[in-house]
Nanobody
Framework: QVQLVESGGGLVQPGGSLRLSCAAS???????MGWYRQAPGQRELVAAV??????NYARSVAGRFTISRDNAKNTVYLQMNSLKPEDTAVYYC????????????WGQGTQVTVSS
């Protein structure tokens, strides 16, 4: 079992920046880590970083958001720059270890609101 706790959300003006953190209760070395978001509607992938370090981004955030992981701290980050009102959503952290025979875990979410 892995508990994930997100932090760093809040209210920011358009064009501003936020940094989300996701702290895991145990080692994330064997997990692909991702950030998802959900506005009214479906949950969508924002960014992911594989256990090997490769990254991928949703087209809507590429060039503005950066995902990174610190395995020594069991933490994943999402640096969000040039925020837009359409980035407003609840952001969820995910740890997917199914490729390693482990589980798939979600955090409770953190609200990001981009508004003037």
């Amino acid at each position: 079992q892995v508990q994930l706790v997100e932090s760093g959300g809040g209210l920011v003006q358009p064009g501003g920046s936020l940094r989300l953190s996701c702290a895991a209760s145990r080692s994330i070395v064997a997990y692909a880590m991702g950030w998802y978001r959900q506005a009214p509607g479906q949950r969508e992938l924002v960014a992911a970083v594989a256990d090997g370090g490769s990254t991928n981004y949703a087209r809507s955030v590429a060039g503005r958001f950066t995902i990174s992981r610190d395995n020594a701290k069991n933490t994943v980050y999402l640096q969000m720059n040039s925020l837009k009102p359409e980035d407003t959503a609840v952001y969820y952290c995910n740890a997917d270890g199914r490729h390693s025979g482990k589980g798939d875990y979600w955090g409770q979410g953190t609200q990001v609101t981009v508004s003037s």
